[in-house]
């Protein structure tokens, strides 16, 4: 049973959930709600577990200036408006006040960001109707919901609470459903990421057995499935999304005090020799394996 201050700070997450979605309706920006309480009806409506501690929306790339605005007129802060663009995540920005953090999503992790527009049109198409204390609100559907949790757990970064979510959907899911989210995958080009967060669990190995998707791999998916450096997945999204080097280290960005961006970039030089091994790894990887039966780089 959930301690009454978890209880509580969920509900007050769950109030914020409504409040922005109402904000960004009434604004124009159509919105997902995801995971928290929508992975706790999916997969946990027997045991009341998975305790969230922020709200995760999701909405379509071209929307993500317009959804800022929202947020900020409810006067909720930029939490990575300070972070240095190496290390701001590549798909998601949060956003902090009083009543808790809305994590803003506009693609999810392993979908190449060329795909995330068709992505969101893809799961807002499918998109369910979930009931939140009263308020009928949109989600992915449950093939979607699937491939959200296996490439959560692709992320070494994720731990312990992502492979949970995981093994429970691997147990729970019908198969018909994984097949949806294999072809989901492979419809938009996650189909390595996807083997990558099914290669976490035993059961999720056997899975990946039966169904129809390609064992290979990218650059991106072996730096996840190997926990590498968050400075090595933000050079392969910058490459991936033409992101100049000098956006990533601070030189055009003027909301960052001068003082904590030479800092951040310090700290940086400091790691990303290693990430650039990191990735030179991965990419001989990756080259080793499309020369082998299958391409698996394992």
């Known amino acids: 049973m959930r301690a009454s201050t978890s209880v509580l700070a969920e509900l007050a997450l769950d109030a914020l959930a409504l409040r922005v979605i109402a904000a ?34 999701l909405v379509a790339p071209d929307h993500d200036a317009a959804a800022a605005g929202v947020l900020r007129g409810l006067g909720l802060r930029d939490l990575h408006a300070e972070v240095l663009g190496l290390y701001r995540p590549p798909c998601e ?18 979908v190449p960001s060329a795909r995330w527009s068709e992505a969101w049109h893809g799961f807002a198409a499918a998109a369910e109707e979930f009931v939140l204390h009263g308020r009928a609100v949109q989600v992915m559907d449950e093939r979607a919901r699937a491939l959200h949790v296996v490439l959560h757990a692709a992320q070494r970064a994720s731990g312990p609470k992502a492979l949970a979510d995981l093994a429970a959907a691997i147990d729970q899911a019908p198969r018909t459903v994984w097949e949806g989210a294999a072809a989901l995958a492979e419809g938009l080009g996650a189909g390595p990421a996807f083997t990558a967060g099914l290669d976490r669990d035993p ?15 990218t ?24 992101t100049p080097l000098r956006v990533l280290l601070g030189v ?20 990303l020799p290693v990430a650039v091994v990191q990735l030179l790894g991965a990419a ?9 039966p299958g391409g698996d780089p394992s």
């Open 219 to 242: 650059v991106g998916s072996v730096l996840q499935a190997r926990g590498a450096r968050s400075e090595a997945l933000a050079l392969v999204a910058a490459v991936e999304r033409r």
């Open 93 to 110: 920005r949060a956003w902090g006040g009083p009543e808790g953090v809305v994590d803003l999503h506009v693609g999810l992790m392993g």
């Open 284 to 292: 001989a990887a990756v080259a080793r394996g499309r020369r082998r």
């Open 24 to 57: 960004l309706e009434a604004a124009g920006v159509p919105v997902l709600l995801m995971k928290g309480p929508v992975t706790r009806s999916w997969l946990y409506a027997d045991t009341g577990g998975h305790p969230y501690t922020d709200v995760d929306l």
């Open 252 to 271: 055009e960005d003027p909301v960052v005090p001068r003082r904590r961006v030479l800092r951040l970039r310090l700290a940086a030089a400091a790691r």
């Open 203 to 217: 059961a999720g190995r056997a899975l990946l057995a039966e169904l129809p998707i390609r064992r290979s791999a």
